[in-house]
């Protein structure tokens, strides 16, 4: 049995996916409220497929409790954020339970750490602390790290269909772990010592962080000499060589915000390259508010609150808000416009800001000028609606004529 410890973006889909094809899994939360959910039946979080997935795991038995649970295989996916100040890895929800782990499992259980770490943190914090309990690893516990690599609006398919990799102290206890990931996953399953493991995971979102970061410095030249950025990279990505993405409002979601400054925090003296990136990345919410701002003087528009962000959530067609551009932005704006915007997000049921609207066209009705922050499927099929409107459009999503960009 395999206990599946944190029940998130990540832990949820991972535990019913194994669930479904015959593996047997509890999943752990500390939120008994979570826990309570969906032992009624009903999922935490909207995701395409999930609610089937749900339901046939549901059918193979699984079941989630507050409880850890007594065995010899548990997956830990719980959230690693980093210090704001060092930059550094956060590993204290790792620990902590692993650190429960320990109080109930059998000799020998493997213990895979699915969350996203910076290289080296098992051996600087996971691996002292077992050994401090008394337990020796590779023997009474065998640590592994397995990071995902799915993402919200696509989970269900890549989490069947991308590549794993398994980081292990030894091939056999890996193997064993790629047998268990294999129950499901259709994808090549790799397997490699821990540390590198750790550094894949950790490279490839950064990898994806520099690129974007790039389009948007691009995005601020082009601005700045009044030039057409979408227009540029268009004929740019005509060379059969080149792949520039588009630049965007700021980077959201737990991984490509985050990730890249374990390395920054890990690495100060040969991350240079990497930590100006994040920091062009982290500018976009305030460069955004300073558009903002131009547009208002502009067009004759003094009262803030005649101003609409369209969009929460980090990025389009799902309700996934963390480190989203727009709560970014919202934490700037006292500071640059003082009364708050107006906020719609057709995703976000819950009143998650203040001014926050649950309806598209009286949202509409109650602004000025729209900012279109996510390029949901709702406003690219509803863009007459924006008719007669100032619109700055930070997606490039909206082809009406007179919409201001980046």
Known sequence: MINVIGLGYIGLPTALMMASHGVEVVGTDYNAELVATLNAGKTTFKEDGLDALFNDALKSGIHFTTEYQHTDFYIVSVPTPYDEFSKKVDAKYVCAAVEQVLKVCKKGAIIVVESTISPGTIDKYVRPMIEAAGFKTGEDVHLVHAPERIIPGNMVYELLHNNRTIGADSREIGERVKQAYASFCQGEIVVTDIRTAEMTKVVENTFRAVNIAFSNELAKICRHDGMDVY????????????????????????????????????????????????????????????????????????????????????????????????????????????????????????????????????????????????????????????????????????????????
């Open 231 to 406: 227009e540029i990279i268009k004929i740019c990505n005509m060379h059969p060589r080149v792949n520039i993405l588009n630049p965007g409002p700021g980077v959201g979601g737990h991984c490509i915000p985050v990730d890249p400054w374990f390395l920054v925090g890990d690495y100060p003296s040969l991350t240079k390259v990497i930590g100006e990136a994040m920091k062009v990345n982290d500018s976009m919410p305030a460069f955004i508010l300073e558009r903002i701002s131009e547009l208002m003087a502009e067009n004759g528009i003094t009262d803030p609150s005649r101003v609409g962000l369209y969009g929460l959530t980090y990025k389009e067609n799902v309700d996934d808000f963390r480190e989203s551009p727009t709560l970014q932005l919202l934490a700037f704006q006292k500071k640059h416009l003082g009364q708050p915007l107006k906020v719609y997000d057709p995703f976000i049921k819950k009143d998650l800001v203040a001014n926050q609207y649950h309806d598209l066209k009286q949202f509409l009705a109650d602004v000025d000028l729209v900012v279109i922050m996510v390029g949901h499927d709702e406003i690219k099929q509803n863009l007459p609606l924006l008719e007669g409107k100032l619109v700055l459009d930070t997606r490039n999503v909206c082809k009406l004529p007179g919409v201001h960009h980046l």
